[in-house]
């Protein structure tokens, strides 16, 4: 099993209320496509930027990476980092949201976008995790409509 973190930037455009029906329908298909698959994982979409951790089998985040990377609606995909785990951390959720709109805590996906300091980017990686895995616990993950009507 992997977790995998990539942030991206955002090619959405249009009003808060556009870009925010686009945001759910982004989460619906993933909330299909991640449970075919087996993978949990969180969604954060804030200004201009997107964070997503994936979990699950490395041949399923990976092949569910592919699909993302080519998607139109951001570009400037980067991995953070990919790595073993033992046990999901997400919640068991085929896809949830911590956030759409709103700023960025503390600008950092920006500071993962830019590559030149190591330290400043493991740092910001680990905060930007905990974070989302800390609204997660806390109930604060929104399900697309498609998984609500699941339940």
């Keep these: 099993m992997v977790q995998l973190l990539y942030v991206s930037v955002s090619n959405l455009s249009g009003s808060a209320e556009a870009v925010e029906a686009e945001v759910t329908r982004i989460l619906s298909t993933a909330y299909l496509n991640n ?3 087996g993978l949990t994982g969180i969604l954060f979409h804030c200004e201009q930027y997107f964070a997503q951790l994936i979990e699950g089998a490395e041949h399923e985040v990976q092949a569910a990476f592919e699909a993302i ?29 911590a956030g759409i709109a709103g700023t960025c805590p503390d600008m950092l996906i920006p500071t993962l976008l830019q590559k030149q300091r190591a330290d400043a980017h493991e740092g910001a ?5 905990e974070q989302m895995l800390k609204r997660a616990r806390a109930g604060e993950i ?3 409509p498609v998984a609500q009507s699941a339940v």
């Design 142 to 144: 929104e399900l697309p």
């Design 35 to 37: 449970r075919k698959r």
């Design 125 to 129: 990686a680990k905060t930007l995790v």
């Design 69 to 97: 990377k080519s998607d139109g609606r951001h570009h400037d995909v980067t991995v953070i980092f990919k790595r073993p785990i033992d046990a999901p951390m997400a919640p068991a959720t085929a896809m949830g949201c």
